[in-house]
Structures are given as structure tokens and as C-alpha cells.
């Protein structure tokens, strides 16, 4: 809402108080100013002037030489290129030495050979919005009414001496959308009273019900309908005073009729609209819902399809309006009318909703009734517009109205103790505090003991509950006296959850391990959404995603990740390492909420090392980023519970991916991207790995125990192993440990030879085993009685055989 | 003889003075005081000496030996510690060349936030309560005193997947699902971080997908008082001892009262500047007191209970804190953005 501070001051006494100061004092007690805008800001030296002769340029086709009283002792030659000068015209003009918006200094120049003295404007010219100016003189200068007086300020004349509040509103606040409303808010801010606006006239003898009848078939969506007439009106251009004031708060004007309804939209926040009486083709106004399929055009010429959701407003067969919306081409108010039938009415929200937001037509208006209007300013904001009519349109107002009304208006009665006001806000008021503020507010106070009852207006339709007053003393008694304290009363001892810790130490071990945390968008596309899955599910889509890039819910993090590789490799950072942790979504049935799990998903390319001086390089490779993982798990306490197992995983290399097991349930992936995917997304050689969370964080884990430091030395026995090219380094681990089992103690592989001194499917692997008892010193014969041991198994179950 | 071994003696000093490496000094060692040495020779004439002169011969012999070896002993430790030296010189290298890197990463800069004011309530007694992301609309909205129809239902257009599923708006919904596991009992002390999803064009200072950090206690007596102290102690610690707040009026269907919470502006102290638009403030969060429909709902007695809530964006404090400039680096990942946020702060 745009609020005109002299506009304003019709309603209130401002004195005292700058635009400026009452901006920071609404905005301290409810409602946001964003920002003062000061109309006349920079223009100096435009007057009003006389076009006293208007020719043809001789040397230039689109211009005009015009001979301009501006008030000096001269008359002065000014060129102007507008099509729409002429002699006669009151204008606006910029004099030698004046200067326009964005610093523009007029100088005098020469145009085609011709002297010019100066500019004729335009009203976009002097600051105004194109959007907003009188068509008439959209595509040229303004001109003023006849009676303008040459050589005064054209800045003042146009009201752009003013500065404009622009009030964001909250739903609950359309009270301020109406000049009124603003006027009961600064009211009781600065404790001054409200002064309405002047309706009196002097009515005709015809009475209006005699002209029209109205019959409300939806009285839900209507309970109120007031139709005055006016006759014998003659349309013309408005006021000036009243076209600057729709202009300042961001209408365009057309003619005095509708102008006068705007006017009132933004004076009592009450929409009107205004029919031809005589186009109606009836005497009837007859309000229903649409028919399915019903056919309607607006006054914008566009054809309409109407369904049982819209309320219409018809001359007892047609529409003539789409209620609280737009009015009919076939109604609307032309230069040619003479008898104007104003409908001030009370729409519920819902259709008028449904209505804009199905034909795209969102208005000052509509905006109104969906938020509510004020039920008792209904008639009243008709009463004030047949009066501005009357005065501004030379219409003859017929005598009352004609109406429809089941509207049953209770103004809002809610009681509140001081002691709750004191307890909830942590505040000491007294009762005459309290009582102090509603009466700023012009709320009805009746005072009992502890309890104060307050009768709300209904402009505030906001003010229903107790806690409702509570805001109204808060914001009025200022948040700023309010005291600064801290809970009392019983305490939760705060913290993190397990699960939560341990998420924290995942982070912080990746992190030390040498990745960087990314956050990526859980929408994707259908493409990318099912890619890597862990769990085949069907994926989730949006009913109205924006673009079809984000449109599904993702089921794995990888496909982010690995665009997060490529964003950062096209900008030369092609050796990093990134993961996330973040839910994916997983389909459960339209009806029920999706399973949405906690993944993990790693993603390293290029060098791992590279210490550009000494000259090392590595690349990453699976053991890379397998270190890595392990380290997890071994941070977590879960090494001994996680397998690694020979996979095949769609997108990822054949032969260098593994599923991961924990506790013998598959948890996740690691590997290579596969090679062509890597060339499409223009990656090096890209490991990854992405498991669910939620299954290792909540894997319980052995308990932390202390084991006593070996006292005796162990034996390390160090054997190669000639094994068939697919036998693998886990399973022969795994029959060394069974079979040294207690007195081995670790092992691990310390080559591997796959060269060409081995013989054709074979390779040799080398592992280092460490024997210790923790009670005595081993003998070397104990020890060569476990190694044979291990020996003979790994021959018998792996076929495994020492290198000679 | 006695001159003999004298000038022996004088002969080896004089070489191992002279002497310049180990193995000089070695076939020094060797020459003189070796079985097959000068000095052994003159020792074996001792046999022609009288009774009475052996043993002096014998003790000067002894003395010139014991003499040289010491000088040779001295000479070696000269030479050795040289050579330790001259090994040290020539193993020198250029310090000022730069350390191998120690490959480590960082928290993205959201989660950094999320954690510093997780930690900062964690120390007021709250803890951390997360939820799901996909949502049924009535935890969204109807819990939250947004009925169907609802203007304000309006501020958030959201995305949704069915009529009643949706993804959540914010994350308030883990509020009403919090109360209505406590049944209509305190106290509750929540803070709710966590995604949240609007449709929303994704420009410098939208995104669709957006953090949320939201706060719930919920007692017997609870005030608004309580609310500006926890909200003051949350801003100097995050902002700054010297940061003043203020409350402005303001409106959630959540809450009533409700507000938002400016601080002081950093950059101009206060007096006004671009960054908060020549306000000297700089809005920060909203919060209020818990609507009573909203505990009425999850099975609180509004009458006994009452309790404040406040919710903060995460991506808009960490372009405060830090100067970002649009909210589209936080989900592009770029490592040049994301290694600036590696310092303890």
C-alpha cells in the first residue's frame, strides 16, 4: 500500500511529526514502511505555460515550434516533439535552467536551426510511471485543465510535493489497505484522532429501488449488496488533485466515474464498481454462481470461461461483472453514459480468489475482498462516492439504495486479565495502561476488577483471541520497554542425540581426510533421479515442479555429486574431493510420506598428492578413497563388521566396484565412475563412494575397551603366496586368521605381484603375519606349529602355494 | 735410544698435527704405535740395556706411546666434529620453501552456521530435533494454524506432490510434531534445523531449496520477556557483544504476538547504510509466542502453557556474517567458495 503523507493529513493532524519520523513510528508499533519515497525528488524550475501559437518546424516533420508564456516578461520559442501540442494547452514546462529526474539540467539549445527555450514534459518526463499516466497523454505531454494559472510551480500543481509511505502488509493487517485504516493505525500511534470523509448531499426525490432491484442467490458469497443510482452524470476527465492521488498510489485515471471508484477503493479500502444503467439491458441485478462453461467477456475484451466456483453478477440472465474481479465490456461505463449504477457490495473471499487466480486477473480490487473488507464501511463507501460523483461528475444522486442484505455484522467482543497480560509479556502494567492503549486504538474498553473487555471495530477483523490483545498492548506499549529475561522453571538437559554426535564425527573425519562438504538441490530430473540408486523404487514427482530439472525427488546423491566434479573441473579445480550427507526419497505408496533415508556419498578425481616442487604425483585411485571409507568405519568402531564385496553397479566400472556389507547387509557402493560417463562429464578418473547413513550410524558398535599393551614380543612371519589371478587378498586374510587363530594376531599384504615372471592366470601376494602370546614369550617351534598350520589351509582352501 | 724414542715422538705429533683426514690419522696410528712400528722396534733394542735402565727405557717408551695417543685422539675428535660440520653445510636446505599440504576439507559454510547456533542453544538447555522434508500438509499448515484456504498460504507457494504431501515450507512442522510427542506436556526446549523448499526462482537472492534453523520451548511460563532475552544472548554471541537488538511488530499464523528481530547494523554502527537500506538495522529472524491454537491443536492446555518459537534462515545470516553476495553460491559447490570457510572462528 502506498500511502500519500499529505494525502494522509485529510484524516489526521500531522503536525510535528515528518514523513520520515511517522515511517520509523509505524514501522516500530506493527507495520513495515519499507521505504519514504520522496515524489519531487531533484526537479526544480518546471512551470506551468501557455501554448500560445503552435506551427509546424520548418525543417523537421515530427517537431513543433511553439511560442509559450511561462509566466516571464516573454513569451519564449520552445521546440517540442510531442504529437499531441497545440495551441492553447496549459503544459508543463522545464525552463532554461531547470533540472529533471536523474540530474537532467535544461539548457538553451538549438534544435534544427530553431531556437528552443526550454521543454515541454511529459508526465514520465517529471518522474512519473509510464504505467500510470492517463492514456490520453501517455504518448505525449500532459496537459492541464484550462483554468491553470500560467507560471506557478507545475511540480505543485501535479501533487508531487509529497512523499510516499510504502506500508508492507501482513495478511492479518488489510485494515491498511484503505487510506482510513492507515489514518485509525497513525491515530493511535500518536494518540490523535481520526476525521472522516464528507458524504452529505442533497439527494433527488427518485428513489433508487424504484430504478433497480437486486436478488442475491449466493448469499454466502454475497451477503450484502448495495446498488445507488446516479443520474444524468457527465463524464469527463477527474479532478487533477484526485488523478495525482490515484497516480501517487499506482493507478492509472480514465474518466470521473471510474477514477471516483478507484479513489474510494484506496480512501475506505471498500472496491466499487460502476455499470452503465442504461447498457444493463434490465432492471434487475440479479448475483449467482456461474454456470459450468458459462461464456463471459471482460472489460478487457478477453472472452471468459466461467465455472460453479465463480460468483457472477447478471442483469437477471447475462453476467454483467465477474463479481469483485472485473466488470462486463458489455456494462462498462463509456463517455457516452449518463446514469451510473454503483455497486458497493461484500464479497467473500473464495470465489474472488478462485476467480482471479483461474483468469490471471489479481487487482487492487480482488486483493481486497479476498483479504476482507470492512462490513460496516460497506454503505458508507458508497454513500461517499455517489457525494464525490455529485460533485465531480455532475450527477444527480437518487434517494437511498437499493439492496440486498443477510450480512450479520458482530463486532468482535474479547476479554483478557492484566495479570495474563503481565504474565504472558514478563511486563508490569497497570490497568490504566492498558486501558490507555485501546482507547487509542478506538476499541470499546469496559473495565471489571482484573479483566478488561474489548469491543474491536470491525475494520479490525484481525482482533478475535485473547492473544490478539496481547499484540495489541506488545506493539503499542513498544517491544522496547518490554523487559529482557530468560526461562525459569523446570530444565531439559540439552544436547545432541547419539545419532547426531556421530553424524558430527563423520563430518569432521571427512573433512580431515581431505574432503569438502557440498550441499546440493534434492530435486532433480527424471534422468538423473533413479541414477546410482541404492534401492530401486518408483521415483517421486512433483505436481507442478518449475522445470522438469527439478522435478523428482532425488534417490541418490551421486548424480549431484558428480556435477559438482564437473562444475568444479571445467574451472580448473579438477583434483578435489566433496561429499554430502542428505536424505533420498523413497516412494512408499501415493498415499503415505515417502521413506526418506540419510545417505553418505563421496566423490574424488585427479591427484590425490602432488607436491609440485619435489615433483610427486598421485592419482586417485580405488584405494584412495576405499582408505578413506575404512577409516570411517574404523573411526566409528564398525572395521571389523564391514566387507567389501566384487559388484556390479550400473555406471560405475565394471570391474572396480565393490558393494558394501554391514553386518552382512549391503549398505552401499564404492568404485570407479564408469569411463564413459566420465568422458561425458569431461571427468579424470572419478572414485566414489555413497552408502546409507542411517544404517551406520545406527550400527551399534563394540563398546571401547581397554586391551593391555603386549609385555613379551611378537613374531612376524612374512610369507608370498602364489595364488590364481582371481583369488582375492580378503579371502586369503580370512583363512589366515581362522587358522592362526588365537595366537595370530594381525596380518596384512605387503606386495603384489602380477607381473610377467609369474606364470600365465597366476599372481603373488605377499602378507606379513604377526604371532604373539600377551601371557609369555612365543617359542619359535609354537609359532612354526601355527604357521604350518595357516599354511596347510591356505593350500587347501585357496590352493594357495609359498612362492618358491 | 731415549733420543731416538723422543724424536719419534716429535716425528708423529708433527704428522698428526699436519694430518687432514681420519684415514690419515689412521695410517698414522698405524705407522707409530703398530706392532711392526718405530717405536716397537726401539723396544725390542731393550734387550742390550742394563738391569737398571729397562724399565726407565721401558716407562719413556711408554709414555711417548701414550703421548701420541692422545694427540691422535684429539686430532680424530677435530676431524670428526669437522666433518660432522662440513656434512651439516652441504645438507642445508631452503626453508622458505613452501611444507608438503595436508590435504583437508571443510564444513560447507551452512552447516558451520547450523552448528554454531546449534552449540550456542545446546548450551541453553535445547536440543536438536530434526523431521522429515517431505511433509503431509497437515503438519505444513493446519497444525500451524494455516488452515486450508488460509491467506497467508499465499506467502508460501509450495511444491506439492499430492493434495495432502508436500515438501515442507519450513521447518516448523517438526515444532507441531515435537509438541504433540511431548502430549500436552513441558517443558520442551527444541531448536529444528534443516532443508526446507518453496517455489521460488532460483536468483541471487532466492533459491527454492534453503536452510531453516528454528527454535520451540514450550512451559508453564514461558514470556515474551523470556523470548527478547534468549533472542538478545543468541544475537551477541553470534554477532557480536556489541550487537543491540530490536523487536518489530510483526504477523505468522504461528504465532501472536509476533515479531521480527533486527540487530544493530555491523557495517555503519547504527547510523545507516546500503547494506541495511539506511535503517541501521538488519532484519534477522521472526518469532512470537506460540499461537493457542497451535498448542490447542498438538493437546496443550493454552490456558497453562504457553511457549515462544522464532526461525531464522541459515544462507541470509551467512551473507551477513561473511559478505556473500547471492544465495546461489551455497548450492553450487564451488571449491573456491567452499575452502574459504576452513577457519576457526
Known sequence: ?804 | MQERLKELQEEAIQKVEKSVSLKELNDIRVAYLGKKGPITEVLRGMGKLSAEERPVMGALANEVRETIAVKIEAKQKGLEEAAVLEKLASESIDVTLPGRPIKVGNHHPLTRIIEEIEDLFIGMGYQVAEGPEVEQDYYNFEALNLPKGHPARDMQDSFYITEDILLRTHTSPVQARTMEKHQGKGPIKIICPGKVYRRDNDDATHSHQFMQIEGLVVGENIRMSDLKGTLEVFAKKMFGADREIRLRPSFFPFTEPSVEMDISCKICGGSGCSVCKRTGWIEILGAGMVHPNVLEMAGYDSKKYTGFAFGMGPERIAMLKYGVDDIRHFYTNDVRFLKQFSKHE
Not at chain 1, 489514518?183 to 433497480?212: C, F, M
Not at chain 1, 466515474?257 to 471498500?270: F, K, P, R, S
Not at chain 1, 460468483?311 to 453514459?337: K, Q, R, W
Open chain 1, 1 to 804: 500500500m502506498f500511502v500519500s503523507y499529505k494525502w494522509l493529513q485529510d484524516y489526521i493532524d500531522l503536525s510535528g511529526v515528518t514523513a520520515t519520523e511517522l515511517a520509523e513510528k509505524i514501522t516500530k508499533s506493527g507495520i513495515e514502511v519499507e521505504g519514504v519515497e520522496v515524489l519531487n525528488n531533484g526537479i526544480k524550475g518546471v512551470v506551468v505555460g501557455h501554448v500560445l501559437e503552435r506551427e509546424q518546424h520548418p525543417n523537421a516533420d515530427k517537431l513543433s515550434k511553439c511560442l509559450v508564456d511561462v509566466g516571464g516578461e516573454q513569451p519564449v520559442q520552445i521546440i517540442c516533439g510531442a504529437p499531441n501540442v497545440a495551441q492553447g494547452q496549459k503544459v508543463a514546462v522545464a525552463t532554461v535552467g531547470a533540472v529533471l529526474p536523474g540530474n537532467f539540467k535544461i539548457k538553451r539549445a538549438k534544435l534544427r536551426g530553431e531556437e528552443s527555450n526550454g521543454m515541454i514534459c511529459s508526465l514520465t518526463e517529471l518522474g512519473i510511471e509510464g504505467k500510470v499516466v492517463p492514456k490520453e497523454y501517455s504518448e505525449g505531454i500532459f496537459v492541464f485543465p484550462a483554468d491553470a494559472e500560467v507560471g506557478v510551480d507545475a511540480i505543485a500543481m501535479l501533487n508531487r510535493n509529497d512523499e510516499i509511505l510504502e506500508l508492507s502488509l501482513t495478511p492479518n493487517r488489510s485494515d491498511c489497505l484503505s487510506m482510513l485504516g492507515v489514518a485509525y493505525e497513525v491515530a493511535a500511534i500518536l494518540g490523535r484522532n481520526v476525521k472522516l470523509p464528507e458524504t452529505n448531499l442533497q439527494a433527488s426525490t427518485e428513489k433508487a429501488s424504484d430504478y433497480v432491484k437486486i436478488t442475491v442467490e449466493a448469499k454466502e458469497d454475497n451477503p450484502l449488496y448495495v446498488a445507488k443510482v446516479i443520474k444524468n452524470v457527465k463524464i469527463g476527465p477527474s479532478p487533477l488533485w484526485m488523478q495525482t492521488r490515484l497516480m501517487s498510489a499506482g493507478i492509472r485515471p480514465h474518466n470521473n466515474v471510474v477514477d471516483i471508484t478507484n479513489y474510494i477503493l484506496l480512501e475506505y479500502g471498500q472496491p466499487l464498481h460502476a455499470f452503465d444503467y442504461d447498457r444493463l439491458g434490465s432492471k434487475e441485478i440479479l448475483v449467482r454462481r456461474a454456470a459450468d462453461g458459462e461464456k463471459f467477456v471482460t472489460l478487457d475484451d478477453a472472452e471468459r470461461t466461467l465455472t460453479s466456483e465463480h460468483l457472477v453478477i447478471t442483469n437477471g440472465t447475462e453476467p454483467v461483472a465477474l463479481a469483485g474481479v472485473m466488470g462486463g465490456a458489455n456494462s462498462e461505463v463509456t463517455s457516452d453514459t449518463t446514469t451510473v449504477l454503483l455497486e458497493s457490495a461484500y464479497f467473500n473471499g473464495a470465489p474472488v480468489r478462485k476467480a482471479s487466480k483461474d483468469h490471471g486477473l489479481r487487482s487492487e480490487a480482488s486483493a481486497r475482498f479476498e483479504k476482507g473488507v470492512d462490513p460496516n464501511r460497506v454503505r458508507a463507501a458508497g454513500e461517499r462516492a455517489a457525494y464525490l460523483m455529485a460533485k465531480f461528475a455532475g450527477g444527480e444522486v437518487l434517494e437511498g439504495a437499493a439492496e440486498a442484505d443477510t450480512l450479520t455484522v458482530e463486532p468482535a467482543v474479547v476479554s483478557i486479565t492484566l495479570e495474563k497480560i503481565n504474565r504472558v509479556l514478563g511486563t508490569e502494567l497497570v490497568m490504566k495502561d492498558v486501558k490507555e492503549i485501546f482507547d487509542r486504538l478506538q476499541f470499546g474498553v469496559s473495565i471489571e476488577e482484573d479483566t478488561i473487555t474489548v469491543t474491536a471495530p470491525t475494520r479490525r477483523g484481525d482482533i478475535k483471541i485473547e492473544e490478539d490483545l496481547l499484540e495489541e498492548v506488545a506493539r503499542l506499549y513498544g517491544y522496547d520497554n518490554i523487559p529482557k529475561t530468560l526461562p525459569i522453571g523446570s530444565t531439559t538437559p540439552g544436547g545432541l542425540n547419539e545419532y547426531q554426535k556421530k553424524r558430527r564425527v563423520v563430518r569432521q573425519y571427512l573433512e580431515g581426510a581431505g574432503l569438502y562438504q557440498a550441499v546440493t538441490y534434492s530435486l532433480t530430473s527424471e534422468e538423473k533421479a533413479a541414477q546410482y540408486a541404492l534401492e530401486k523404487r518408483d521415483t517421486i514427482r512433483l505436481s507442478m515442479p518449475m522445470s522438469e530439472e527439478r522435478s523428482i525427488l532425488r534417490l541418490s546423491i551421486m548424480p549431484q555429486l558428480l556435477e559438482v566434479l564437473k562444475y568444479n573441473s571445467a574451472r580448473q579445480n579438477d583434483s578435489i574431493g566433496v561429499y554430502e550427507t542428505g536424505a533420498v526419497f523413497l516412494a512408499n505408496g501415493t498415499d503415505s510420506l515417502p521413506v526418506e533415508k540419510e545417505h553418505i556419498a563421496a566423490a574424488i578425481t585427479g591427484l590425490w598428492e602432488s607436491h609440485s616442487w619435489q615433483g610427486e604425483k598421485k592419482a586417485v585411485d580405488f584405494y584412495v578413497i576405499k582408505g578413506i571409507l575404512e577409516g570411517m568405519f574404523a573411526k566409528l568402531g564398525l572395521f571389523e563388521q564391514v566387507q567389501f564385496v566384487q559388484a556390479q553397479v550400473d555406471r560405475l566400472h565394471p570391474g572396480r566396484t565393490a558393494e558394501i556389507l554391514l553386518n552382512n547387509e549391503k549398505i552401499g557402493f564404492i568404485g570407479q565412475v564408469h569411463p564413459t560417463v566420465q568422458k561425458d562429464l569431461d571427468l579424470k578418473d572419478t572414485y566414489v563412494f555413497e552408502l546409507s547413513l542411517k544404517a551406520v550410524l545406527e550400527a551399534e558398535a563394540p563398546a571401547l575397551q581397554y586391551e593391555a599393551i603386549p609385555r613379551f614380543p611378537s613374531i612376524t612371519r612374512d610369507i608370498a603366496l602364489v595364488v590364481n589371478k582371481e583369488t582375492v587378498s580378503g579371502t586369503l586374510s580370512e583363512i589366515i586368521l581362522t587358522a592362526g587363530a588365537p595366537l595370530l594376531k594381525e596380518v596384512h599384504v605387503f606386495d603384489l605381484y602380477e607381473g610377467d615372471k609369474m606364470e600365465e592366470g597366476k599372481k603373488s601376494i605377499a602378507f606379513s603375519l604377526k604371532y604373539l602370546d600377551p601371557e609369555r614369550t612365543l617359542t619359535d617351534e609354537e609359532v612354526t606349529k601355527v604357521h604350518t598350520r595357516v599354511l596347510a589351509a591356505l593350500e587347501e582352501k585357496a590352493g594357495a602355494v609359498l612362492r618358491g
